[in-house]
């Protein structure tokens, strides 16, 4: 396998998109190819995802991105894995490159929602979860992960003030980022008075729906050349999935697909939890952050909902999770998120993220789950 | 007149089961797995002659929440209760129970019985000792 490594990224602010998803992910496209350093004819291959394009009347985005960055012969594929969709294209990326197939890939995520309602927007949501087995019995996607919560809770006691707190950390992170889609702090008083969605889970407890786009430019070593900005190299990069319906699962003290991915990633780059400086995991909803650092193998079963009113995973805490807000402050734009939590890794590595940048950058983790855990993608990079 | 009679292989007879017939069906795996979703194999052994199976109509909750924000077709129902069940005929199947405004109105452990109204999906009602409704 070829060493593999990210040398380009670019994202939008999250929350609004004044253009449509196909001209954001266009732009960011372009921006993240430019800093790349790559000549655009190297690229061999772009994967979009964009899950939702349907809201925008639109399918097959591929070819209509390459056609306005100046590649049209450059083929295209769409990836779809719910709100892991552009993770899975960063492994289809990698696999291209690593295999030798291309010398570059282009990754690109990108959703536009907030041309709907809030109803027809969780109506969207619940359509990457069964529809005869679980939406059509009155699932949404806050009640879904609020019952790995109820379960979490009767198990080991999660409280609402632990959640809170995670609710509280990420705000202040995502305070710090420009590209966030909430700008502003919260207390856990305001977290503890906002309604309740879908019990236990709280309106700070959900993620937003938010447009955004983001794209990183995979690149093998010997194509790189001598990029402007530090790569990251791309140490591991794990998929994995689990019965996807929760009615046929077991254990719903967790999600099977991150343990398992998770092992695997490990087992790729040679290391274990503890070399890991920081990590981005997938916080679609508070309870999300703390299965997520459980399954990881960061803490034992029931340990790691008392990290966030500890500190250990603020941005300056032993374990930096979610310096950019995660998806809980910074934002969820579904197809967008994984190519955006590795956006703010290169930004992490090269020592650009301002007031939330994190103080050791050897080891990161990016984690992305779609929909409750029926996918799951774990990336680990390091510097050269 | 009888219906006519959907193959127990497709999402049509799990749907049919609801609404037509009052039953809750699954596959039953030779490695004592039972499952209430559509498969043609089991997800954890991978053996393919499933048995077709009655999961019986009553069981208790594994976990619910409390939901306030409804998906569209749920819209006029919330709040409403969204419940994981292990049914007494073996097998976990989601569903959800109306009128259910307070997490504390439930509790892990209680007794349910599949209810089918005249709404799609699997709807339960607390279980009364003398076959009482809610």
Not at chain 1, 32 to 49: E, L, M, Q
Not at chain 1, 304 to 330: I, Q
Not at chain 2, 80 to 90: F, P
Request: hydrophobic share 40%; charged share 20%; with cysteine.
């Amino acid at each position: 396998m070829r060493e593999t490594w990210v040398v380009g990224a670019a994202t939008t602010r999250y929350g609004k998109l004044p253009d449509s998803g196909r001209e954001a992910a266009t732009r960011v496209a372009l921006e993240a190819i430019d800093g790349s350093g790559i000549d655009p004819k190297r690229i061999g291959y772009t994967f979009v995802s964009n899950a939702f394009g349907v809201a925008e009347r639109q399918a097959h985005v591929g070819p209509l991105i390459n056609t306005a960055l100046g590649i049209p012969d450059v083929p295209s594929a769409t990836i779809e894995s719910a709100c892991s969709s552009s993770s899975a294209g960063l492994h289809e990326a990698f696999v291209h490159v690593a295999g030798g197939f291309a010398d570059a890939v282009l990754v690109v995520g990108v959703e536009k929602l907030s041309h709907l309602d809030t109803l027809t927007a969780t109506s969207y949501f619940a359509m990457g979860a069964d529809y005869p087995f679980e939406t059509r019995n009155g699932a949404t996607f806050p009640g879904l992960y609020a019952t790995l919560a109820y379960v979490h809770r009767q198990k080991y006691g999660t409280t609402s003030e632990e959640l809170g707190a995670i609710a509280v950390k990420n705000h202040a992170n995502a305070a710090r980022n420009p590209h966030a889609h909430f700008q502003k702090e919260i207390t856990l008083e305001t977290y503890l008075r906002s309604p309740v969605i879908a019990s236990p889970l709280r309106l700070y407890d959900c993620c937003p729906f938010s447009d955004g786009a983001a794209a990183v430019v995979v690149a093998a070593r010997e194509a790189a050349g001598t990029p402007s900005s530090e790569p990251l190299v791309i140490r591991a990069s794990a998929r994995s999935g689990s019965v996807a319906d929760m009615q046929d699962r077991l254990d719903l003290t967790g999600l099977p697909a991150t343990r398992t991915a998770a092992v695997a990633a490990f087992r790729q780059a040679g290391i274990g939890p503890d070399a890991v400086d920081f990590l981005e995991v997938h916080d679609c909803f508070t309870i999300a952050e703390v299965l997520a650092l459980e399954d990881l193998g960061f803490y034992p079963k029931g340990a790691a909902a008392r990290a966030g009113p500890e500190g250990e995973t603020a941005r300056d805490g032993r374990l930096p999770v979610n310096p950019s807000g995660g998806l809980k402050a910074k934002g969820h734009p579904v197809s967008a998120t994984g190519a955006g939590q590795v956006v703010e890794i290169f930004e992490q590595f090269n020592h650009r993220a301002g007031a939330r940048q994190v103080p050791k950058t050897e080891w990161a983790l990016a984690h992305n789950v779609g929909a409750t855990g029926g996918s799951c993608s774990v990336h680990l990079f390091s510097h050269r | 007149m009888a219906e006519e009679s959907v193959g127990p292989h497709s999402i049509e007879a799990f749907r049919h089961g609801y609404e037509e017939e009052s039953r809750l069906r699954g596959f039953r795996s030779g490695c004592g797995f039972v499952t209430a979703t559509w498969v043609l194999v089991c997800p954890r052994c991978g053996i393919r002659d499933l048995v077709e199976a009655d999961l019986g109509s009553t069981g208790r909750l594994v976990a619910y929440t409390v939901q306030t924000v409804p998906s569209d077709e749920f819209l006029n129902d919330a709040p409403y209760a969204y419940v994981v069940v292990d049914l007494d005929g073996g097998g976990r199947v989601t569903g959800w129970m109306a009128g259910i405004t307070e997490e504390s109105e439930l509790a892990a452990g209680d007794r349910v019985r599949f209810s089918p109204t005249y709404k799609p999906g699997v709807q339960f009602v607390r279980d009364r000792p003398n076959g009482g409704g809610p």
